[in-house]
């Protein structure tokens, strides 16, 4: 076999040889590579962490090719890509376009990749008077592709064929970005450069010590993590379901005024980070499907102030009291547009899978869709317990990946434009996944499933079709996913045997006072949404309904510490939540804890009495009591979880006053408007502010008599099956009443008829 090498490819490989041979392994230094640091900046970081002789070879492969990297986007051109040949039969699996970078013609091959959006894909924006805006759009789904250049080893493309070419390639080293350019009639695209600037380092708000739990190890049964050696070396990855992760992306006023106050535009931005974010995750089996976006179009929702931290916290008050009750997610991520220099992002650590929801906050100011990704994809990492790979814990393991830059991995504490997880990262993941309090990932919910192809007998049901049960048979589908003739319905709590039950038969009772039973419509097979009574409306001993709970603090002692405790004397919570400390405060102001004004204590943490039980659970959880006069105030502090053991939002503190953000505000707060008159004195208001009337008025107002029920929950129709019942019995009482005096009258007329003969 005869192998021709060009005089350039020569002189490559024997540079290449020299830069190997000169370049000491990790436990000589790194002189090699600083050598060649002036050539190719931004490629190797020798001050960071040591690297070995195939990071030297790939940062002189990258000078000698032309392509050096200097500052940020130190490198863009207008260009116009060309598509290379058409789909197969209209197929879009695989497309190919030429791409000129830099004065090189480069052929990128791209494979269809699946894209996790929800179905129903909802789009909340604000009117000007701050009422929720709730679109579905279509989203193309088609379009997201990864793939290699042609003839450049180790080359990365990740690109959308949405509305022309978006997206991120890799070529020796170098890191490009290309979009469209706007109103452009020729295919033109903007090609740049995506690099760091140096002088201005960015770093993740987590600190590693905080999120740590230092008795994690002696808790968690042996996992893969031990599978490291002293020396770093690979974990051998054992086969693992696909895990599914459910992302909410909110975009702050900041964010969509950098987006030019445009909602489609900054949403196609959104797909393209969790395109990414994808590409970065995949080696996991881990996929990111994006669930919703919520836009502040006209002004922020929470305050967002000039600490990171503090945004934080408020906005996951925001998450916990509003996201989580709008739409089912497992990480909400808030992209704020505003400058916070020196950082790019900030979560809460690890806290999927648990009673309140996980969020983070991002910086998302940059051009660069690459960056602000790879934020993003950092920020979720910690709320998957991810540790920094520079981390003290980390120190004696030799994190590494498969970037250019040794040490520089997603996880890094500062910014890097490395697209890969670190072996020690790998690690921790699959320890992640292998406690049983991290199943929420497996559960394919409908927001999590792709949107299915129409296949008839896949058992999921595609656009194209009525109905699919796969290789069962069932009475109301056929073989054709189509519904069998005469057949309504198949499936549903308001179908029974292929059509719609009646209207007003129950499909979901109220599961509390502050809850509202939903009735068949007679036209769906689907019961209506779930409704709650309006926030504010009264409950039980002068209490108040917030987000379908009457809110006590006696209820909530008993969920936390049996049913025999009780709330504790109001003097409990004003000598322990005015201390500032752990065991009793009002929240965190930054690093430290607020002690409680006078008139916000019964806001703070919960304090119960009558303690006969202690919690259960398998988290680390300290019951802290404290002795007052003759009463032991007792509170409980779980590490992973802010809220356990506070006072919840829409308790009673006061008259006419509720806890919001461990603050006793006024109830005017809740905007509640249900007074009597709004339904005739024969209802309540529910959650979308309608009148719920009770049986025998019907909606909208309840002035007149009717069915009852609402316009959103259907109707408590007086033809329900009970009372059908009762009519049949009625007209069954009344016949044999009839037939019996029939038959009285007739023996009665023929004795006297005999009487008469006689």
Request: charge should be negative; glycine fraction near 8%.
């Amino acid at each position: 076999m005869v192998i021709t090498v060009s005089p350039r490819g020569l002189l490559l490989l024997v540079l290449v040889a020299l830069a190997m041979s000169s370049c000491p392994g990790a436990g000589a230094g790194n002189w090699g590579c600083a050598n060649y640091r002036g050539y190719c900046r931004a490629v190797c970081y020798p001050q960071e962490n040591p690297v070995g002789p195939k990071d030297c070879a790939e940062g002189l492969v990258c000078c000698i090719s032309g392509i050096s990297e200097t500052t940020k986007f130190s490198y863009s051109e207008v260009i116009v890509p060309r598509k290379l040949e058409a789909e197969v039969d209209g197929s879009k699996e695989a497309v190919s376009y030429v791409i000129k970078i830099e004065g090189h013609y480069y052929g990128v091959h791209l494979l269809r990749k699946k894209m996790y959006v929800a179905r129903n894909f909802p789009v909340f924006t604000y009117n000007t008077r701050g009422d929720l805006i709730t679109d579905y759009p279509y989203i193309q789904d088609d379009c997201f592709y990864t793939g290699y250049v042609e003839d450049v080893p180790g080359s990365v493309a990740v690109l959308s064929t949405c509305s022309g070419l978006w997206g991120y390639l890799k070529i020796y080293g170098v890191d490009y970005e290309i979009e469209p350019v706007a109103s452009s009639s020729s295919f033109q695209h903007l090609l740049y450069r995506a690099a760091l600037e140096e002088d201005s380092p960015e770093r993740c708000g987590v600190i590693d010590e905080d999120m740590r739990d230092p008795a994690a190890e002696h808790r968690d049964p042996p996992t893969v993590e031990r599978q490291l050696g002293k020396d770093g070396d690979e974990v051998n990855l054992l086969y693992t379901s696909t895990r599914y992760l459910e992302l909410y992306l909110i975009a702050d006023k900041a964010k969509f005024l950098h987006e030019n106050a445009n909602e489609t535009l900054l949403t196609r931005k959104m797909l393209q980070y969790v395109h990414l974010m994808n590409y970065m995750f995949h080696p996991f089996g881990l996929r990111v499907s994006l669930v919703g976006v919520e836009i502040w179009t006209e002004r922020d929702i929470t305050a967002i102030t000039p600490h990171l931290n503090q945004v934080l916290e408020l906005f996951a008050d925001y998450a916990h009291r509003v996201l989580q009750h709008r739409l089912h997610f497992d990480l909400a991520e808030l992209m704020v547009g505003g400058s916070y220099p020196g950082l790019f992002g900030l979560s809460l650590g690890e806290s999927l899978c648990k009673h309140h929801p996980s969020v983070a906050v991002v910086k998302a100011a940059s051009r660069s869709v690459l960056y602000d990704a790879l934020s993003m994809a950092h920020e979720t990492g910690h709320s998957l317990g991810f540790t920094h790979d520079n981390a003290k814990a980390n120190v004696s393991r030799s994190c590494y990946c498969n970037c250019t830059c040794g040490g520089r991995c997603i996880m890094s504490s500062t910014n890097s434009l490395c697209t890969g997880f670190s072996n020690c990262t790998r690690a921790e993941y699959y320890n992640l996944i292998s406690k049983q309090s991290k199943r929420c990932l497996l559960d394919i919910s409908q927001a999590k499933r792709p949107k299915p192809e129409s296949k008839c007998g896949d058992g999921v049901v595609g656009e194209a079709e009525e109905c699919d049960c796969g290789s069962h048979t069932e009475k109301c589908c056929q073989s054709n996913c189509l519904r069998k003739p005469g057949a309504r319905c198949v499936f549903g709590h308001c179908c029974k045997q292929c059509q719609f039950l009646k209207e007003g038969r129950l499909c979901r009772e109220s599961s509390g006072e502050c809850d509202l039973p939903e009735f068949c419509n007679g036209t769906s097979e689907l019961c209506p949404e779930d409704m709650i009574k309006q926030d504010g409306t009264p409950c039980s001993d002068s209490y108040l309904c917030f987000q379908g709970k009457c809110r006590k603090h006696k209820i909530q002692c008993k969920v936390l510490f049996g049913q025999e405790a009780e709330k504790a004397p109001a003097f409990c919570y004003e000598t322990v939540n005015t201390k500032g400390d752990r065991t009793g405060h009002c929240g965190r102001d930054g690093m430290f804890f607020k002690k409680c004004k006078k008139s916000d204590v019964m806001c703070g943490k919960l304090q119960c009495t009558n303690i006969k039980y202690i919690p259960d659970t398998d988290k680390p959880i300290t019951v802290v009591q404290d002795t007052h006069e003759d009463y032991v105030c007792w509170t409980a502090i779980l590490k992973d979880d802010m809220d356990v053991g506070t006072v919840q939002d829409g308790t009673a503190c006061d008259r006419d006053k509720m806890c919001l953000n461990r603050t006793c505000v006024n109830i005017t707060h809740l905007n509640y408007n249900c007074n009597p008159t709004k339904c005739n004195n024969r209802g309540v208001c529910n959650s979308n502010k309608n009148c719920h009337c009770d049986h025998g008025w019907a909606p909208p107002d309840c002035k007149f008599k009717g069915y009852g029920g609402s316009i959103d929950s259907g109707p408590i129709t007086e033809h329900s099956d009970k009372d059908e019942d009762i009519a049949v019995e009625i007209v069954i009482g009344v016949s044999i009443t009839v037939l019996a005096l029939i038959a009285v009258i007739t023996h009665r007329t023929r004795q006297s008829t005999c009487k008469r003969q006689n």
